[in-house]
């Protein structure tokens, strides 16, 4: 396919990768970037790149990637709670500085062929071009213009966040909360420069509302920093600062804008990074996904015989994936959301569920990057010393690991589907005794958010069963992952606001995941189901 003339909306990391692959393909076209900012008022702290999306850079364009890693600062991250800390290796994770990756990206588009223009918005109805890529951002006008068109649906979070800067690069990136007298903020903080650290600071509304920052974002203009937040957040964060101060840079606090759009397309238009697409910070940055949209569709342009297909594929290749990655970024969200509430576990163990706790990394594979971690770990888990705990076949280690709650106690962490009958009884719906030997709470659990309001109700309700003599819950529910992970989500809540035991079943075929839940204290014991034994069963 010959394309003569391609026109990108945005100069972003997206925009600019796109148009660079896309003019390196079709050296003949035109190809020209419309930024409405100008290359002085760039603003944002720094990106973090990880190893496979490095990876993915490096086969689709080695030369940009090897400027990328020179302007990179490699880090590893620690998890700090209090005075424990736990540090994990990752390998090629990078931090950049995001003015940096844009002068990079310029470099290399201009040196393609690439026409940058500058201070020059753009709208559809302006541009004359045989392709048009709308890379504008999460709060792209072209995907509000034709918000029809693309089918464009934004989900706003509950929780609110802030991105500040230091004048110091950490050691490491670091994980850690602090508790004020309004309530708890949690840092995600790493370097990308020799001088420069990026502090995103995240709390929930009632805290946020009790320090009196609704007033301050109110008060700040939207090209301005929230001072008064700097300020506060530089004192609570004082012993992680080092004495160095915090940094604004048009920082206020804001709630994190899930996209979703049906569509990509619309005619010769298409929409790439968050125009498209958006995932939560805590597993991908919008900067990863969009510069990976840029090599897919260079390579569906590329087999194609005409843009219609091309545009097809591209969506058709790459949605999937997209979709994968934004719902880990939501299982993520909502942990992080919830972190406050689990950093009573010991620091080892807690990164253990911080690595698990959207289903992406399994514990073996853990255990095979980061052993003394896991040792640790799985340690405090067991009650063992870490020298007694294995690297290998971690998940029949745990599962083999003896269990007790109240009198009981059982010999492993598995039981069998016949036991569900045995040991459980439907939820009642209103408060009353548990037949004997039956004393366990059987819910079929069909949330999609363990601490939206209707899970604060589920909890209330099998909380008030406690009292009454039920021992605890057995989680059950359809049997895809998601449902299941959610399952153990719901679990980690009722051990630790009920006290009761929890098992969670769930298909065999996922009993890495049950390990991990039982390890990461979302389960005490769990139940892996045979496929013939797969069928739930409704509670009243």
Known sequence: MRLDSIAVLGGGPGGLYA??????????????????????????????????????????????????????????????????????????????????????????????????????????????????????????????????????????????????????????????PVTTEHGTFVTHAYPYAADRSTFLIETDEATWRAAGFEASTEATPPDESDTAALAYLQEAFAEHLHGHQLIGNRTRWLRFRTVHCERWTRGNAVLLGDAAHTAHYSVGSGTKLAMEDAIALRDAVAA??????????????????????????????????????????????LMLAYMTRAGNVGLQRFAGTNPEIVRRGLG????????????????????????????????????????????????????????????????????????????????????????????????TGPTDRGSLLTRLDVGERLRAETGGLVVVDGPAEFTDDLAAGVAAA????????PPEDGSVEHAP
Request: hydrophobic content about 45%; some cysteine; proline content about 7%.
């Open 19 to 176: 148009a660079r692959l896309l003019k390196l393909a079709h050296p003949g076209a035109r190809v020209r970037v419309y930024e409405q900012s100008v290359p002085e008022r760039t603003f944002g702290f720094g990106v973090a790149v990880a190893g496979r999306t490095q990876r993915n850079l490096e086969a689709a364009d080695p030369v940009t990637q090897a400027d990328i890693i020179a302007a990179g600062r490699p880090h590893d991250m620690r998890m700090i709670v209090g005075d424990q800390a736990a540090r994990v290796h990752n390998g090629a994770l990078i931090g950049i500085a995001r003015p940096e990756l844009l002068a990079v990206l310029s470099r290399h588009a201009e040196s393609a062929g690439v026409e940058l223009h500058h201070g020059e918005r753009r709208t559809l109805a302006d541009i004359d071009a045989d392709l048009v890529i709308a890379a504008d951002g999460v709060s792209s006008q072209t995907r509000a213009d034709h918000a029809e068109d693309f089918g464009a649906q934004v989900e706003v979070a509950d929780g609110l966040y802030l991105w500040a800067g230091a004048d110091f690069a950490l050691e490491t990136a670091i994980f850690a």
């Open 380 to 475: 405090q888990f067991a009650d063992l010393d870490p020298a007694h705990v294995p690297v290998e076949h971690v998940v029949d280690w745990v599962l083999g690991q003896p269990a007790k709650h109240a009198d009981r106690a059982w010999p492993r962490r598995v039981l069998r589907a016949s036991d569900r009958d045995q040991l459980s009884t439907p939820a009642p719906a209103d408060v009353a005794a548990p037949p004997a030997g039956a004393d366990l709470a059987r819910v079929e659990v069909s949330l999609t958010d363990p601490w939206s309001a209707p899970g604060d109700a589920l909890i209330t309700r099998l909380g008030d069963l406690v009292p009454a003599g039920w021992q605890g819950f057995w989680l």
């Open 522 to 529: 979302r389960a005490d014991l769990v139940c892996p189901l």
């Open 304 to 349: 194609a015989d005409d843009l219609p297909t091309a545009l097809a594929r591209y969506e058709r290749d790459r949605r999937p994936q997209v979709e994968r990655l934004q719902e880990l970024a939501r299982r993520s969200r909502l942990w992080w959301d919830s972190f406050p509430r689990r950093t009573s576990l010991p620091v080892d163990q």
